[in-house]
């Protein structure tokens, strides 16, 4: 059974941090590129960053220099430390197993909320 599972969302005042964290099964951790993607009310599901096996990465242009994701293979866990929050970055942020340079994959956590705000 494919699951991830994520935590580490909460609210924080603007300029601060968190680290997101994304357990995935094995099954499909060792296979999979693995992403984040948010959404904020009304809008769409966007791509925040992505990283490959090989270990390279993608970032929204939005939030390029302030987020950092990367993955522990050994623990089946990919990660995304954000910096320099800001409201916008206001959302509920989604893991993803399988995404590639044409979209999201199909496995989903069930998201985590990340509130910015002072």
């Known amino acids: 059974q494919v699951q991830l599972v994520e935590s580490g969302g909460g609210l924080v005042q603007p300029g601060g941090s968190l680290r997101l964290s994304c357990a995935a099964s094995a099954n499909i951790f060792g296979l999979s590129a693995m992403g984040w993607y948010r959404q904020a009310p009304g809008k769409q599901r966007d791509l925040v960053a992505r990283?490959?096996?090989?270990?390279?990465?993608y970032y929204a242009d939005s939030v390029k220099g302030r987020f950092t994701i990367s993955r522990n293979n050994a623990k089946n866990t990919v990660y995304l430390q954000m910096n320099s929050l800001k409201p916008e970055d206001t959302a509920v942020y989604y893991c993803?197993?399988?995404?590639?340079?044409?979209?999201?994959?199909?496995?989903w956590g069930q998201g985590t909320q990340v509130t910015v705000s002072s």
């Open positions: 990283i490959f096996n090989s270990g390279a990465t």
């Open positions: 993803n197993a399988g995404v590639t340079v044409a979209g999201p994959g199909n496995y």
